[in-house]
């Protein structure tokens, strides 16, 4: 069993910043992707940012050049670093992570940004 633990979320006002942390345990294979996806109220699940275990990432267009992730690959864990955040930034982040044996998520975690 996998389980993905985030962390770091909560309330911002707009321009602020947070930071998520993901960290994955237990049976881990060959982990090839880890990332955040965000859903808000009445919204689909959607792609914010991933990296490969080779560092490569792909960022939405809707947060480029305010999100950043980055991966610790000597700890399995991912990081997103949000900065000028906004209210359409609201949702609940959850982590992913692609392994060789499936595809796991974390429990998600809640980022409100208001005044």
């Known amino acids: 069993q996998v389980q993905l633990v985030e962390s770091g979320g909560g309330l911002v006002q707009p321009g602020g910043s947070l930071r998520l942390s993901c960290a994955a345990s237990?049976?881990?294979?060959?982990?090839?992707?880890m990332g955040w996806y965000r859903q808000a109220p009445g919204k689909q699940r959607e792609l914010v940012a991933v990296?490969?275990?080779?560092?490569?990432?792909n960022v939405a267009d809707s947060v480029k050049g305010r999100f950043t992730i980055s991966r610790d690959n000597a700890k399995n864990t991912v990081y997103l670093q949000m900065n000028s955040l906004k209210p359409e930034d609201t949702a609940v982040y959850f982590c992913?992570?692609?392994?060789?044996?499936?595809?796991?998520w974390g429990q998600g975690t809640q980022v409100t940004v208001s005044s």
């Open positions: 992913n992570s692609k392994m060789l044996f499936g595809e796991y």
């Open positions: 237990g049976s881990i294979t060959s982990i090839f992707t």
């Open positions: 990296v490969t275990s080779g560092g490569n990432t």
